[in-house]
């Protein structure tokens, strides 16, 4: 090959392309890392998530119940326990696939969720207690 009147050896061209190879291989693997990472952050937000809305789900259906039981102590009308009975299956439902949700995909957290049961049933115990001493 010439350049300006001279020639370019021909290791001289081999070593270039060598290195230009290594670069391209070198930001090939740099860029798979960074999409690996990315990767496992985006399914790491997904369970977060999930928990989030377990969560807030799990806590309305909570607070519908206990709106229900309240309204039902106040008035003594029946629409209120059936929309009292609505919001306990709702809880029992919501809860356990929250439950499950989190024991496959955060056994870390699995210890937190399984303290939750008897706390949620002792708060249901209360609610039916008061409306049958009404």
Do not use: C
Not at 76 to 99: K, M, P, V
Not at 120 to 134: A, G, H, P, S
């Amino acid at each position: 090959m010439k350049i300006t009147g001279r020639y370019i050896p021909q290791r001289v061209e081999l070593l270039s392309l060598l290195v230009a190879l290594g670069l391209v291989l070198f930001i090939a693997v740099l860029s798979y890392r960074a999409w690996a990472v990315f990767d496992r952050r985006s399914q790491q937000i997904d369970i977060t998530q999930q928990i989030v809305d377990g969560t807030n789900a799990l806590l309305s259906s909570i607070t519908d119940a206990e709106t229900a039981q309240r309204g039902f102590l106040l008035t003594g009308e029946d629409r209120y326990l059936q929309a009292h009975q609505q919001a306990l299956a709702r809880i029992l439902a919501t809860f356990s696939a929250f439950r499950n949700t989190i024991a496959s995909r955060r056994p870390d957290q699995a210890l937190r969720v399984y303290a939750l049961e008897p706390l949620i049933r002792r708060e249901l115990d209360e609610l039916q207690q008061t409306i049958k001493l009404r």
